[in-house]
């Protein structure tokens, strides 16, 4: 006979439930919120703004070049450990990205690739001023390590770019007014396109001659 534990399972549990509950519990004692001097996050209590569905391209874009970044340092460079901590953040990224543009992911995605990429970016440059050499500083004619050099600084930039991605849909998941704005500009659009009703009648009747007497 199986074992089963005392405490109701949830064999399924949504990724957005997981990040609430992360959420909560950063509150949940007063010690969490000093080693972790965060603003709450958002939590999604319906379906995304039209604000939000119209960044769906942006986000795509950013987490296919985190993804091809992040590939590049597991399987060529073969830095596993710097790789399987950006590849969390990712997980984090493409769990928002399918499940619906959920808020509290991408800002915790923004977050944890915000903090990747200054440790990258500082690795890099610790690297540069200690060590140098192939990789780490620009040479004439060495294709290989300058591919690498364009890697090592292409990759934190793309996860500065994501935490200013994520920043940017903390400040504005929820307004109102773009759907508003949208709307009016769309309105005026038609209006302009619209042929111009005729506002003159042509004339009718017999008409008169020139010359002519009644």
């Given amino acids: 006979e199986l074992w089963q534990p005392p405490w109701p399972v949830h064999p399924t549990i ?13 509150f949940a004692h007063p010690f969490c919120s000093m080693v972790i001097p965060l603003p ?9 703004s ?9 986000f795509l874009t950013i987490l296919i ?3 091809v970044c992040t590939g590049l340092q597991i399987f060529w460079l073969r830095e596993i450990l ?14 928002a990205f399918t499940n619906n543009m959920d808020i509290t992911c991408t800002c915790y995605w923004g977050i944890l690739g915000g903090f990747n990429g200054a440790f990258e970016l500082v690795r890099y440059i610790d690297a540069a001023v200690n060590r140098g050499g192939p990789g780490v500083r620009w040479h004439r004619g060495d294709t290989l390590g ?16 994501g935490a200013a991605f994520a920043f940017q849909m903390y400040r504005r998941h ?8 949208g709307r009016d500009e769309e309105d005026e659009q038609t209006a302009i396109a619209r042929p111009q009703q005729q506002r003159f009648s042509t004339f009718t009747g017999p008409g008169r001659r020139l010359g002519t007497t009644d």
């Avoid at 949504?14 to 950063?26: D, F, H, N, P, Q």
């Avoid at 709450?40 to 995304?48: H, K, L, N």
């Avoid at 039209?50 to 942006?58: A, D, F, G, N």
């Fill in 82 to 95: 710097a790789g399987v901590t950006n590849a969390i953040c990712l997980v984090l990224g493409w769990c």
């Fill in 50 to 58: 039209q604000y939000v569905l119209t960044k769906r391209p942006c």
């Fill in 174 to 181: 929820d307004d109102p007014t773009f759907h508003a704005r």
């Fill in 14 to 26: 949504r990724t957005s439930e997981l990040c609430s509950c992360v959420a909560r519990l950063r």
């Fill in 65 to 67: 070049l985190q993804s």
């Fill in 146 to 161: 300058n591919m690498i050099v364009v890697l090592r600084i292409v990759q934190p930039l793309t996860y500065f770019l």
């Fill in 40 to 48: 709450p996050m958002p939590v999604a209590s319906g379906p995304p």
